[in-house]
């Protein structure tokens, strides 16, 4: 449910938005308002196609930025403690596959955790509440650019081939113990191919081992020209090495 703050971010919003989409009739206008508040962006890869990762390309985090919403902005000012949620939405807007409905909830969830240990926590909330609102109302290209920077469009078997493919050096590179265990393998990899699944899969990757985010800015506009590669460990790895580990 949409707290009041958010109703009033809504209905500013639809006055500072119509200048944009004037040509539009209202019931469009409204559709993409609402489009966006529930974290609807068109796909990166068209037809038949499904995202999957460029091999060795690790996802990078520019920080967090509040939106511009003038008056609507909340007095909590400091927010210092969300820098852990914007690096893993960011990075979330990169695993291959994952939607940005998904991201976006996640990122929502992250702050209201900060929150909870914060003194003045409806304070907290209030930025919480428009920062989220902004990742979905103004989010969509980044999301793409974010998919493209990462992924590649392949046909839904190739696309899983490279999810395992990447899940599995990964792992062995971040890991530095063991290689992928069954168990995860099985959950997310030995399946008919699925996007969301594939994302969610890289995202837990990235949120366990976070030395693998390349952290280059706090402004939520800087960019990386290059993407970073990783690269095998050299020797061998043994197999089934605590294999009940979980994502």
Partial sequence: MLSFSNHKVILALTFLLQPVFAPEPPDEMSRSILDALNGVCPATCQDDLIPGPKLGHLPYSNGCKIPDFGSLKGEYTDYSHFDSCCNLHDICYMSCGATKAFCDEDFKQCMYRKCSFQSDQQACKTTANEMEVGRRMQGCKWYQYSQQYLCACYAPEEALERTSEYAHEFFTVFNKTHNLPDSISKKYLEKEPN?????????????????????????????????RIFSSIQGDVPDNVNDNDEL
């Fill in 195 to 227: 996007q969301e699944r594939h994302g969610l899969l890289l995202y837990k990757l990235y949120k366990r081992y976070p030395e693998a985010i390349d952290i280059v800015g706090r402004d939520g506009k800087t960019l990386r020209s290059k993407p």
